[in-house]
T-cell receptor, first 111, second 114 residues
Framework: GEDVEQSLFLSVREGDSSVINCTYT??????LYWYKQEPGAGLQLLTY?????DMKQDQRLTVLLNKKDKHLSLRIADTQTGDSAIYFC???????????FGSGTRLSIRP | EAQVTQNPRYLITVTGKKLTVTCSQN?????MSWYRQDPGLGLRQIYY???????DKGDVPEGYKVSRKEKRNFPLILESPSPNQTSLYFC?????????????FGSGTRLTVV
């Protein structure tokens, strides 16, 4: 079946790197996503990666995909207080009618 | 501004009183979907629509109805709300099914059923 799992909480010190991990079960996934949800707001697409890629970098964000282990990670360099949010890992297939979301990881920043 | 607009943002209602949560998008998107978000469960799809007059059940459709009479609107109807439908609801849209990397979410509707 389809499932996406991620840990519920992560706490990092301001200025350090944050690494949020995710595992998924569907090996036929075509797209893998990271969404960010700030308090009181909807989900905002941060980045996505195609399943035929290993890595994608966009400014402070680096996405790593290990397709063999079905493991996706999001690294946020130089974490700032504005990065405090819930981060959702998600996956879908190209023919899909939905995106499967994980439970979300709440990232909190320590001074 | 390209957006998905949901109304209301907050709603408290009583068990059994029919309600409708509206969703409208101004991007000419074909695909629209409703999710509910519950603590520890992430987002679960309720219903989706691939185009006008085409709707289908998601993972948790019980107790909900939808309609898609026009491309821009996709209302979520709770005919007889119950307390287990207390949740945070999100509407989302995408240009086409299968191009879900263009998913745009509304700001959410927090529903409490007492």
């Amino acid at each position: 079946g389809e499932d996406v799992e991620q840990s519920l909480f992560l706490s990092v010190r301001e200025g350090d790197s944050s690494v949020i991990n995710c595992t998924y079960t569907d090996s036929s996934s075509t797209y893998l996503y990271w969404y960010k949800q700030e308090p009181g707001a909807g989900l905002q697409l941060l980045t996505y990666i195609f399943s035929n890629m290993d890595m994608k970098q966009d400014q402070r964000l680096t996405v790593l995909l290990n397709k063999k282990d079905k493991h996706l990670s999001l690294r946020i360099a130089d974490t700032q207080t504005g990065d405090s949010a819930i981060y959702f890992c998600a996956e879908s297939k190209s023919s899909a009618s939905k995106i499967i979301f994980g439970s979300g990881t709440r990232l909190s920043i320590r001074p | 501004e390209a957006q998905v607009t949901q109304n209301p943002r907050y709603l408290i209602t009583v068990t059994g009183k029919k309600l409708t949560v509206t969703c409208s998008q101004n991007m000419n998107h074909e695909y629209m979907s409703w999710y509910r978000q519950d603590p520890g469960l992430g987002l679960r799809q309720i219903y989706y629509s691939m185009n006008v007059e085409v709707t289908d059940k998601g993972d948790v459709p019980e107790g909900y109805k939808v309609s898609r009479k026009e491309k821009r609107n996709f209302p979520l109807i709770l005919e007889s709300p119950s307390p287990n439908q207390t949740s945070l609801y999100f509407c989302a849209s995408s240009l086409r099914t299968g191009e879900l990397y263009g998913y745009t979410f509304g700001s959410g509707t927090r529903l409490t059923v007492v």
